[in-house]
C-alpha cells in the first residue's frame, strides 16, 4: 500500500535560520500533498498544500516544492521563529479518486532556538 | 463556528470495557474521518464517512466501529479494549470528496489498562 517517508524526525535550527523538511512517497498515483503542523496537546492544523499540476507554491516564510518523477516533496520554512517550534507532519492522497484518505510521514519534530 | 469538537480530552479504560468516542463539527462538512496517533508515529486512519449513512474502513479499522446517522456527527465505538488501543484519536472533516483542506478535533487521549 502507500507508504509516506519523512525526513529528518527532529530538526533543531537557530532563530533566523532556514527548516527543510522532506518527504517521499510510493504510490505514483498520489495527487494531493498537504503540510499540517501540530502544537503540544492540540491537534493537527493545515499549513499549506501543494497539488500535483504545481511544482511550487508559496505562503509568506513557507513553501512547498513537488517533484513527481522522484515523488518526493519538501517543505521550507524561512526566517524561523520560536514560535515555530512544533511538530510537522507530511501527507499525501490521491484526491478524490479514494475519498480523500490521507496517509501521514512519521512527523519531524522542529525546535527553533532563540 | 466551534469547527470540529471532540469528547471526551481523556480517558482511562479497563481492558475489554467499551466505550464512544464523540466528534461533532458544525461546518457542514460531509466528509468525516477518524484518526489514532500512536507516540512518535503519523496519524493513520481508522474510518472514515462521505456523508450520513455512509461509511466505510481505512487502514486501521480493526477493533473499532462508527456510524453517521447525521451530517454533524461521527462517533467512534470501542469495544472490548485492548492496550494496543492506547492512543490519541483525531475527528477532522472536510467539505471536499478529495480531502482538500481537513480540519482537525482537538483530540482525545485513551489510556487501556
Known amino acids: 500500500g502507500e507508504n509516506v517517508e519523512q525526513h529528518p524526525s527532529t530538526l533543531s535550527v537557530q532563530e533566523g535560520d532556514s527548516a527543510v523538511i522532506k518527504c517521499t512517497y510510493s504510490d505514483s498515483a498520489s495527487n494531493y500533498f498537504p503540510w499540517y503542523k501540530q502544537e503540544l496537546g492540540k491537534g493537527p492544523q493545515l499549513i499549506i498544500d501543494?497539488?500535483?499540476?504545481?511544482g511550487e507554491k508559496k505562503d509568506q516564510r513557507i513553501a512547498v516544492t513537488l517533484n513527481k518523477t522522484a515523488k518526493h516533496f519538501s517543505l521550507h520554512i524561512t526566517e524561523t521563529q520560536p514560535e515555530d517550534s512544533a511538530v510537522y507532519f507530511c501527507?499525501?492522497?490521491?484526491?478524490?479518486?479514494?475519498?480523500?484518505?490521507?496517509?501521514f510521514g512519521q512527523g519531524t519534530t522542529l525546535q527553533v532556538k532563540p | 463556528n466551534a469547527g470540529v469538537t471532540q469528547t471526551p480530552k481523556f480517558r482511562i479504560l479497563k481492558i475489554g470495557q467499551s466505550m464512544t468516542l464523540q466528534c461533532a463539527q458544525d461546518m457542514n462538512h460531509n466528509y468525516m474521518y477518524w484518526y489514532r496517533q500512536d507516540p512518535g508515529m503519523g496519524l493513520k486512519l481508522i474510518y472514515y464517512s462521505v456523508g450520513a449513512g455512509i461509511t466505510d474502513k481505512g487502514e486501521v479499522p480493526n477493533g473499532y466501529n462508527v456510524s453517521r446517522s447525521t451530517t454533524e456527527d461521527f462517533p467512534l465505538r470501542l469495544e472490548l479494549a485492548a492496550p494496543s488501543q492506547t492512543s490519541v484519536y483525531f475527528c477532522?472533516?472536510?467539505?471536499?470528496?478529495?480531502?482538500?483542506?481537513?480540519?482537525f478535533g482537538p483530540g482525545t487521549r485513551l489510556t487501556v489498562t
Open positions: 477532522a472533516s472536510s467539505a471536499d470528496r478529495a480531502g482538500y483542506e481537513q480540519y
Open positions: 501527507a499525501a492522497s490521491r484526491g478524490s479518486s479514494n475519498t480523500g484518505k490521507l496517509i
Open positions: 501543494i497539488r500535483s499540476n504545481v
